[in-house]
């Protein structure tokens, strides 16, 4: 049975960066590559709610989340594997142009990682860090260990063969959902639902 590769060994120029060979795991089960379609979701009854999860970015500072995220509103990628890193990176030009635009828009990647890692995290944290040099990219990035079958839960994410980006407020509230790479017509939708949820409240130039 082919083993899975735990995506924070890519090599890449935002997040996931490699950590060492020796904690791959070869008992993981095997996975399907990430299916690269971009669905948004924008019905408020299927969305579920971000779920109360700790963890800490990889500057050291702890978040309880979602209280703790810095934005009004907050557009999450989350991953699950090395493979979806290619769909993680097609988003961020685009994102990074939202949160530019407005002040009130928070851009965070998310691994998650299950609970069998957690003796590891000040290990992986550390070789993740020493990996990234952009300080701004450390600070947005929250790695999670945890039992990923309730996040997904209450998340209504029917699996980990995809990254998700959900654009999300402090209470949990899931105002929009989209998975798999980037498109031209899932970005106007972003766009479309950051307008609507918090009118003319951003602005260029924000911290």
């Not at 998340?155 to 105002?175: A, Q, T």
Request: proline fraction near 5%; aromatic fraction near 8%; hydrophobic fraction near 40%.
């Amino acid at each position: 049975m082919a083993a899975r590769l735990l995506f924070f060994f890519a090599r890449r120029t935002t997040v996931l960066r490699p950590i060492m060979c020796a904690v791959l795991v070869a008992t993981l089960a095997t996975r399907s590559q990430s299916r690269g379609q971009t669905m948004p979701n924008t019905a408020a009854d299927s969305l579920g709610r971000f779920p109360r999860v700790e963890g800490s970015n990889l500057e050291g500072e702890h978040f309880t989340l979602p209280t703790d995220f810095k934005g009004e509103l907050n557009v999450v990628l989350i991953a699950f594997a090395r493979e979806q890193q290619r769909d993680v990176d097609g988003w961020m030009p685009f994102l990074k142009t939202i949160a530019e635009a407005r002040s009130d828009v928070r851009v965070y990647e998310i691994p998650i990682l299950g609970r069998r890692y957690r003796l590891m995290r000040s290990f992986i944290n550390g070789a993740m860090r020493r990996g990234i040099a952009d300080q701004a990219v450390r600070a947005a990035t929250v790695t999670l260990y945890i039992d990923k079958a309730p996040f997904r839960g209450a998340l209504n994410l029917p699996d980990e063969d995809r990254i998700y980006v959900l654009l999300v407020d402090r209470e949990g509230k899931v105002h929009w959902r989209a998975d798999g790479r980037f498109g031209a017509e899932s970005g106007a939708e972003l766009m479309r639902r950051v307008g609507r949820v918090r009118p003319n409240t951003g602005d260029a130039g924000g911290p």
